[in-house]
């Protein structure tokens, strides 16, 4: 299903979380491994002595090498690469990750909340938004069981949602997966908008299209849930409640101050989740 995954990393904890996240995910599909450090122009304050754009780059290196003693112990073809550009980061490894026909992006995030994390974002949001291919989040605490045995998708019958659809159908046909598909109908819109048996009959609709896909397809066991709540809240519980191993969501990849400020369920969940997210962005979205 992966072919080439790719960690940027930094030698943080959150990084090696991601690391090892990724080298589980390279083990599990026989992938070959790129770990990237992107040495950003804007690191190094301006009139910087070269010995010290030098040191600079000696940590990147050390960062991808300790990555990759890991990755070749676990057995896992690696290239490691450290680069410079003017680029924004999360643009850098985006190019690499063109440049090198990626389909798969690992990276760590902290988790953390507030309205400063959702104003400043990360590489790590950032590439959520932007990437065409998948991105798996973990946080530093987070441990990723290959097997993958359980695997979520929440779905609302969009077409962001459908792409998350189509992609946990195919990691639960890979890995023999049972696929758990949810709907959760959002207490805030019932409090405010349409009668909830309304809301409940877009959520039943939802969950048999997924399900009807998933059978058409061979997936050997499906679980379907209607939801009441909040929906990341509902989301993360669930997972947590039912062993899941996985979730996959669909993401918008839409910018500006608003989707900061408004940030959205698939972000919430990558934040609060203690199972590893893949966010999957629609071809056609904008």
Known sequence: ????????????????????????????????????????????????EDEEADESAVRGREAVSAVADRAADAGVG?????????EPIHRT???????????????????????????LGSVTERLLRESPVPVLTVHEQTVVDPALDRVLVPTDGSAYASAA??????????TDAALHVVHVVDTGIVDTGPIPGALDEVGRRA????????????????????????????????????????IVMGTHGRTGVDRYLLGSVTERVVRLSDVPVLAVKATDAD
């Open 93 to 119: 490894i985006l190019g690499y990750a063109d440049a090198e026909a990626v389909d798969c992006i690992v990276a760590g995030t902290h988790g953390r909340t507030g309205l400063d994390r959702f104003v």
């Open 1 to 48: 299903m992966y072919e080439r995954i790719l960690v940027p990393t930094d030698g943080s904890a959150v990084a090696d979380a991601a690391a090892e996240a990724a080298i589980a995910l390279a083990t599990r599909f026989d992938a070959d491994l790129h770990v990237v450090h992107v040495l950003e122009l804007g690191e190094l304050p301006p009139g910087v």
């Open 165 to 174: 659809v189509d992609h946990a159908i195919e990691l639960a046909l890979a």
């Open 78 to 86: 690696v290239t490691t690469t450290v680069v410079q550009d003017d």
């Open 207 to 246: 969950l048999q299209q997924a399900a009807e896909r998933a059978e058409a397809a061979g997936v050997p066991s499906i679980e379907r849930s209607l939801l009441t709540g909040t929906p990341h809240q509902e989301i993360v519980d669930y997972a947590d409640e039912n062993g899941v191993e996985c």
